[in-house]
């Protein structure tokens, strides 16, 4: 039998009224719970102020991000808190930045314990913030090690020259605003720029003799760019386990009596909506039916990547990304 028309036409209102019930409703509720002040957990989360072990992640290029830093501050502040997981799956990034993230988790060691648990890779800058760690577990297969920083430029001169493009230039000094795209490097910035790369590669030299209790010979013929399997690395001293999160939660219980019977809360960075956080407002949108709104709130409030400066990066073409 056909279906009737006014039929039809009344799904269509239903449908349409159906979906902004459910908008409404998911703004009310977000500017409730902010309001509020209330964390919305998910299926199996850990309530606010109980026990647990945090575990955090660091994935991706690491840049500098203050909202990353308050976060870890919270957390080295959290009475809750018991221990932490420093889950590290990144090739590195600014070397200011991982610099800065060491500290930021050096700042929570001093008060609770920390281990670190590598992902697929950590390496270069990525290593700097699992050495942050007092105990170190790798993957079989992780990559880790790079133990080294870079600067690279373009230089352009060629393409400008074909193209009949001359740039003028007035500076203060013959080494201000060097190396530069536009003309070719001269041997005293080339040099210059060296002093400086060697001076933040002795810096991580240092980091890691001071943290894997390596000699200065030891560390200087494991040091020279080149990367490491985990199980390479544990042979080498730059971690002291191979295995999973069992291996790390088998240490803290161990070492420090937290058992495994623990909860572990994932701690993500708060990158605006108080302590709501992304999490409370996708789990809000999901509840609700708005999947579509879920992911692109996951996805579209993360922090502007951009690297300057000196970098530790293991895998350079990913400046571009």
Do not use: C
Request: without cysteine; charged residues 25%; glycine residues 12%.
């Amino acid at each position: 039998m056909p279906l009737d028309a006014e039929y039809l036409v009344d799904r269509r209102r239903l449908r349409r009224s159906l979906s902004v019930w459910r908008v409404t409703a998911f703004v009310l509720a977000a500017l409730v719970l902010v309001g509020l002040g209330i964390t919305f957990a998910g299926p199996g989360a850990v309530p606010a102020g109980t026990p647990h072990i945090a575990r955090v992640s660091v994935e991706g290029l690491i840049v500098n991000d203050r909202d990353r830093e308050k976060m870890l501050r919270r957390m080295a502040d959290a009475d809750s808190v018991r221990a932490v997981i420093l889950y590290v799956n990144s090739p590195g990034g600014s070397t200011t930045a991982s610099e800065e993230l060491f500290n930021a988790v050096r700042e929570i060691a001093h008060k609770k314990p920390v281990v670190t648990l590598m992902g697929t890779t950590a390496a270069s800058g990525g290593y700097i913030a699992a050495l942050a760690g007092d105990h170190v577990v790798a993957h079989r297969t992780s990559l880790t090690g790079s133990i080294g920083v870079l600067a690279q430029w373009p230089n352009v001169t060629g393409l400008l020259d074909s193209i009949g493009v001359d740039m003028q230039t007035v500076k203060s000094g013959p080494l201000k605003a060097e190396p530069n795209p536009f003309e070719p490097t001269s041997d005293e910035a080339r040099e210059a720029l060296r002093a400086a790369i060697m001076d933040s590669y002795e810096w991580f030299l240092t980091l890691v003799m001071e943290r894997r209790g390596l000699d200065d010979a030891a560390a200087r013929a494991i040091g020279d760019g080149r990367i490491f399997t985990g199980g390479q690395a544990a042979e080498l001293g730059l971690v002291d386990e191979v295995g999973d999160e069992s291996v790390a939660r088998g240490w803290l219980e161990r070492e420090h009596g937290i058992l495994r019977t623990m909860r572990v809360r994932d701690w993500e960075v708060d990158r605006g909506f108080g302590s709501l956080g992304l999490a409370g407002l996708a789990g809000v949108a999901r509840l609700l039916g708005l999947e579509g709104l879920a992911r692109q709130i996951a996805r579209g409030f993360g922090s502007d990547l951009g690297l300057d400066g000196v970098i530790a990066l293991w895998h350079p073409q990913l400046i571009e990304e």
